[in-house]
């Protein structure tokens, strides 16, 4: 690819957007305008140059991708997705602990693109996030990951099975130990669910996210900061994608944990260890 075309396809908005719109197939000129939010004025300088370039092609006041910038601009979306990622909130993920995520999905990360930054506030300091509430009462499966251990989180976890909501939750090794020291008969009463499951991460605590929370329609994700503490920021996102790679993850960390048969002990036989994910 010449530098040229690596301009054309990274240093503009204007043409960025307008090469992943034309992706979803060919698109009429006044549609584009609508779409994009931009001036027909500003906007005819790039389709010229891009159609110099043949990336694209014309036809009357339609425009569509050429075979060549078909190529180029599928080749080059991961690139762009995870750009804009980093760009609508750049200081939450230039200062997170990234490594507790397994590779292939590292590579895959711009599937996060479109996340809103949240942050409780003071009055929110006590209790579990409101978001985690509102998005995951109504859902018929949710997928939970603590890696630190809130007081609510028992009570929260049994709420949802009561609700005969599906409920997956794993813990890291020092959250189910104050779960089982100081929750012990609510855990007991998730466990005796038949929709519900407690699982123990057989890692180090850093090795996973701060946070995991998955229901069939909102992904909600926190990250340790580089020195390792959890600074109370999430990011939530409703896109599909998102949520097939928050589920990848889940899956990830799902594998390397131990099914709890009881409150007393997570060290199950052999055969329970590995769980099915089939709730």
């Not at 599937?111 to 978001?131: M, N, R, V, Y």
């Not at 949802?160 to 008969?185: T, Y």
Request: proline residues 4%; contains cysteine.
């Amino acid at each position: 690819m010449k530098m040229q075309l690596v301009n054309l396809l990274l240093f503009s908005d204007k043409r960025k957007n307008f090469l992943l719109l034309l992706t979803e197939g060919p698109r009429n000129i006044d549609e584009i305008l609508d779409l994009l939010q931009v001036s027909r004025i500003s906007l005819l300088p790039h389709i010229k140059k891009l159609k110099e370039e043949g990336l694209i092609i014309q036809n009357g006041e339609v425009y569509s991708l050429s075979i060549i910038g078909n190529i180029l601009v599928k080749k080059a979306r991961p690139l762009l997705d995870v750009v804009s990622m980093f760009e609508e909130n750049d200081l939450f993920w230039s200062h997170r602990k990234l490594d507790s995520i397994p590779f292939h999905l590292l590579k895959r990360l711009g599937d996060l693109k479109g996340s809103q930054l949240l942050e409780p506030g003071l009055t929110h300091g006590f209790d579990l996030f409101p978001e985690l509430i509102n998005h995951f009462t109504g859902s018929s499966k949710v997928i939970l990951l603590f890696s630190y251990f809130h007081p609510q989180i028992p009570s929260f976890s049994l709420e949802l099975a009561k609700r005969d909501i599906q409920v997956q939750l794993i813990l890291s090794r020092d959250s189910f130990d104050r779960f089982s020291e100081d929750f012990r008969d609510t855990g007991e009463k998730i466990l005796a669910k038949k929709n519900a499951s407690i699982f123990v991460y057989v890692g180090a605590p850093l090795e996973i996210p701060a946070l995991i929370a998955i229901s069939e329609s909102a992904l909600l994700i926190g990250f340790f900061n580089t020195k390792g503490r959890f600074e109370g920021q999430y990011i939530l996102n409703f896109e599909p994608r998102a949520l097939s790679w928050g589920n990848e993850l889940f899956e990830y960390y799902m594998g390397r944990s131990e099914k709890v048969c009881s409150m007393d002990c997570s060290d199950c036989s052999s055969d329970d260890q590995k769980v099915s994910h089939d709730l």
